[in-house]
């Protein structure tokens, strides 16, 4: 069980850097220690399966429609982390040791330009999580990277979901 | 998953936007948190310094004012005259297709990245740790052991959720380029049948100087510029064509995480 925690902090420090990022300026993200002391884990195992997504535990209802498997999920929520434009938070689930999703919590809503990039990127975001952890990899070599702030969030979540081994 | 006695290294990444490009700096290994600080922000300094020398997006720049005429080279930043340096050899490697000039005014942005962090890496080697420098999609490594490589996923050209393979590799760089081809003539050295033209070109060696220049080369002179009599040693380039099929140099093969399924790839003579 401390395993599977420690594969989703390392995550969660991954996004929550990745979310850091200050778009325009060249300061540095989220150390990774800072994350680690401000997750928490919110569901315990033991119930087979909340669902993905939903507000929270929902304690005695465990009959979701979704196959009830014998792995236990755990439901990870990141800290709120205060980014230049707003706060962001992230949360995974876990289950059988791996990330089975990920969804933000919150993201910044200002309405300015960097928040369809956030907003846009969430699905991506997810996508890239799951790919890295099944290939178990450190970092992504890509060639699509142009100065458009959409692709560039793309490719930090491509690098950032490396969260190694 | 490893073992569950082993505890994972700590493992610290740090990012930064420069050049309009994402930065990320990655540790595996305990080392002095102030001694960290101070490599990171040496790495971004060293990168924001190629900017501003660099740029075509900023008119104070070296380049720019180049550019304008209102500067000449052996004026300018040393700097200046070193990349160009490298420009010719890349222009030379691609018949004249890869050439900084091109444009019609200078611009070796396409060089400028890996070379910028191939220097900028240097603050990270004496930190006495695992580490790895992604530059927008071009990546430095190195690794204190043979036995913990880094695992570097290649993207897919044509399915950004999707990796195309897996590489590992205690030390060196990994750069990709991308791109479609000009209209050239472009040949399959290991079928003899014309080629169409290459969406991506992957080069993994010991220099990200050199792999980010046969890189672009690749992707700029297609399949013919893949003479590696012509090129340093060690480098291995990965390729997939417009039509979707994937060549590799003999070499490879090896650099193949073993665990990932491959692509099926036609190795090249």
């Known amino acids: ?165 | 998953m490893t073992g569950l006695t082993a505890a994972p290294p700590r493992h610290t990444v740090r990012t930064a936007m420069i050049m309009g490009l994402p930065f990320s700096v990655h540790l595996r290994g305990a080392a002095d948190p102030a001694e960290v600080d101070a490599a990171i922000e040496a790495v971004w300094a060293s990168l924001r310094r190629a900017d501003e020398i660099f740029s075509t997006y900023r008119p104070d720049s070296d380049i720019s004012r180049i550019g304008r005429r209102e500067l000449r080279i052996r004026d300018a930043d040393p700097d200046v005259a070193q990349v160009l340096d490298f420009a010719e050899i890349a222009r030379r490697l691609t018949g004249g297709t890869f050439d900084v000039h091109g444009s019609g005014w200078l611009d070796p942005s396409g060089i400028v990245k890996g070379w910028a962090a191939s220097r900028a890496a240097g603050p990270l080697r004496a930190l006495g740790v695992d580490h790895y420098l992604n530059a927008g999609g071009d990546v430095l490594l190195r690794s204190l052991s043979t036995e913990r490589p880094w695992r570097i996923g290649i993207e897919h050209p044509a399915d950004p959720n999707g990796l195309l393979a897996v590489v590992e590799l205690p030390r060196g760089a990994v750069a990709t380029s991308g791109g479609t081809h000009r209209g050239a003539h472009i040949w399959n050295p290991a079928t003899g049948e014309p080629a169409a033209g290459i969406a991506q070109a992957t080069v993994v060696g010991p220099s990200l100087v050199w792999a980010d220049i046969l890189a672009t080369a690749v992707v700029a002179g297609g399949l013919d510029r893949m003479d590696q009599r012509q090129w340093p040693t060690g480098h291995e380039v990965l390729l997939v064509t417009a039509d979707g099929r994937v060549l590799g140099s003999p070499g490879f093969r090896a650099l193949l995480a073993a665990d990932v399924p491959a692509p099926a790839i036609t190795y090249l003579r």
């Open chain 1, 1 to 165: 069980m401390r395993r599977i925690a420690l594969a989703a902090i390392s995550t969660l420090a991954a996004l929550i850097a990745l979310f850091s990022y200050p778009t325009s300026t060249g300061q540095s993200g989220t150390t990774a220690a800072e994350a680690v002391s401000a997750a928490k884990v919110v569901t315990q195992p033991g119930t087979s399966s909340s669902s993905t997504t939903g507000q929270g535990p929902d304690p005695a209802s465990g009959s979701t429609g979704a196959t009830a498997a014998a792995a236990s999920s755990v439901t990870v929520d990141g800290a709120v982390e205060t980014t230049r434009y707003g706060p962001m938070q992230v949360e995974v689930v876990i289950t059988g040791g791996r990330i089975t999703d990920v969804s933000a919590l919150q993201y910044p809503n200002t309405g300015r330009e960097d928040i369809t990039i956030n907003s846009g990127a969430i699905p991506l975001l997810k996508a890239q999580v799951l790919k890295a952890q099944s290939s178990k990899i450190d970092g992504v070599s890509g060639a699509t990277f142009t100065s458009d702030g959409y692709v560039s969030s793309l490719q930090s979540a491509l690098d950032a979901a490396g969260f190694g081994q």
